[in-house]
C-alpha cells in the first residue's frame, strides 16, 4: 500500500508564501502523472497545478504564484506557494498515479490558511 504524506502547511500572511511537500513511501520515478488538489470549507475539490510528461498545468487563480516540481531522489513532490491570497485557503492533497498501476494514491491532505 502507498502511503503519501504531506507537510509544509499552516498559518500565512497574505502575501507570504509556503512549500507544501508530499513524500511518497514508493519510489516516484516512475510517476506518470502528479498533481495537488485543495478543497475549502463548503466547495467542492479542485485541481491547482498538475504535471505530466510533457506537461504542467495550473488553476487559472494560480498561475505565475505556484509551482509544482519533484525530487525523484527524494520521492518527494512540491508545491511552491507565493503571493498568497486568502482564497487560497484551503485543505491540500497530493495525488500521484504511478505508470502501469490502475489506482491514483492521496494523501491525507494539509492546511494552508492564509489570513491576516
Known amino acids: 500500500q502507498v502511503q503519501l504524506v504531506e507537510s509544509g502547511g499552516g498559518l500565512v500572511q497574505p502575501g507570504g508564501s509556503l512549500r507544501l511537500s508530499c513524500v511518497a513511501s514508493?519510489?516516484?520515478?516512475?510517476?506518470?502523472?502528479m498533481g495537488w488538489y485543495r478543497q475549502a470549507p463548503g466547495k467542492q475539490r479542485e485541481l491547482v497545478a498538475a504535471m505530466s510528461p510533457g506537461s504542467t498545468n495550473y488553476a487559472d487563480s494560480v498561475k505565475g504564484r505556484f509551482t509544482i516540481s519533484r525530487v525523484n531522489a527524494k520521492n518527494t513532490v512540491y508545491l511552491q506557494m507565493n503571493s498568497l491570497k486568502p482564497e487560497d485557503t484551503a485543505v491540500y492533497y497530493c495525488?500521484?498515479?504511478?505508470?502501469?498501476?490502475?489506482?491514483?494514491?492521496w494523501g491525507q491532505g494539509t492546511q494552508v490558511t492564509v489570513s491576516s
Open positions: 495525488n500521484l498515479n504511478w505508470n502501469g498501476d490502475p489506482y491514483e494514491y
Open positions: 514508493r519510489n516516484i520515478f516512475s510517476v506518470n502523472v
